[in-house]
């Protein structure tokens, strides 16, 4: 569900990419308030933004088909970062899911980042998994059938919002000119089937990690500071590996939701839009290769962000102190 730049004004870009900064300054904020979340983040997690935010990268390149429709999506995967990390870590880790694919893979563009971020990100991290799948999990316990709702029904609230942001930023912005009414009646439809999918996905993930180790999912719901999760990520190393190398080969090549949803949409209006803006300036290809390239940036990127956060906290705690 990636917007490109040539569906925004510089206004609505400019200004979602200022709400986005705002977002994640709020997440780096909430990281480094020892005093407000003194156990929810800590060295531990390091390794896992970066290995998460790698599996979320080539998680992301393998688009599935929809049947009947003759369109695809992928999974956003905020819901299983927020789940496992926690909504902030959760965000600043798919902000560098997306810039990469923005810098290097031209998936995007640099004015819809903002636009992005907050649709696939904002959406899920800090309002779906908030007023859905932690409240949920709190309600009735962590266990494989509470993980399953949560899952699906926060993963379909989330890209629904989202799906709905993209129209309304679009409709707002008036450089595409796709009527409002049409564009959502095809946008929403289409990606709730994603968003079932989606949360499926999530929850069997999440449901294995329950099994073999429940205290990283319970690390985010109590105030409990065991995670030790180094095992599980080699798994996910492997994964990762196994995705982006491998798999992502036979994804398919069907235009995903939002691409669908405008070409049905310039059919039955009869207005054609250009959507190739960014093409001429790719780095690296949705490829085995540049999947496994672009899952090591990842890793450095998301790693290298929460060592940074760590460093300071750790500062502003001796500070305190002192």
Known sequence: MHMVDALLSPAVGGAMTAVSVGAIGLSVAKIKNTSENPDKFDEKKIPVMAVLGAFIFAAQMINFTIPGTGSSGHIGGGILLAAILGPFPALLTLASVLLI???FFADGGLLAYGCNLFNMGVCACLFAYQIIYKPIIKKWGLNKKTIFVAAVFSAITGLQAGAFMVVLQTAISGVANLPFATFAALMQPIHLIIGIIEGIVTAAVLCFIHSVRPEILDNNISRTNTVRPYKLLIIFIILTLIIGGVISIFASQLPDGLEWSIEKTEEISGIEISNDDTA?????????????????????????IGFIIHIAKKQRKQTGES
């Open 101 to 103: 694919q923005c810098l």
């Open 280 to 304: 001429e300036n790719i780095v690296l290809e949705y490829s085995p290769i540049g999947g496994i390239i672009g899952s090591i940036i990842t890793v450095a990127l998301a790693g290298s």
